[in-house]
Nanobody, 119 residues
């Protein structure tokens, strides 16, 4: 079974931090790019960040630069998204997706994890 599972979501206060994890099973991430996406109620799903596993290159949407960091642990077949200085407007369901070698490919999706930023 090919599967991506997100974890680490929850409720945090504004200014707080959260680390999301995307763990792959049934396949190795070595040949993939892993992207993080988010979708708020009534809004289109948007890309947040991406990492190409083979060379470690990363990219971010402008709105999260300096606040979010994407990273990988090859031994654990897992990608992380460290989110700092959280604001209420980032509240959404966060998904990870895996695509062969390219951040523009989305061959596998996880089920998502809820992130809520509220006082």
């Amino acid at each position: 079974q090919l599967q991506l599972v997100e974890s680490g979501g929850g409720l945090v206060q504004p200014g707080g931090s959260l680390r999301l994890a995307c763990a792959a099973s049934g396949f190795t991430l070595d040949d993939y790019a892993i992207g993080w996406f988010r979708q708020a109620p009534g809004k289109e799903r948007e890309g947040v960040s991406c990492i190409i596993i083979s060379d470690g290159s990363t990219s971010y949407v402008d709105s999260v630069k300096g606040r979010f960091t994407i990273s990988k642990n090859n031994a654990k077949n897992t990608v992380y998204l460290q989110m700092n200085s959280l604001k209420p407007e980032v509240t959404a369901v966060y998904y990870c997706a895996a695509g062969l070698q390219r951040c523009s490919r989305r061959d596998y999706w996880g089920q998502g994890t809820q992130v809520t930023v509220s006082s």
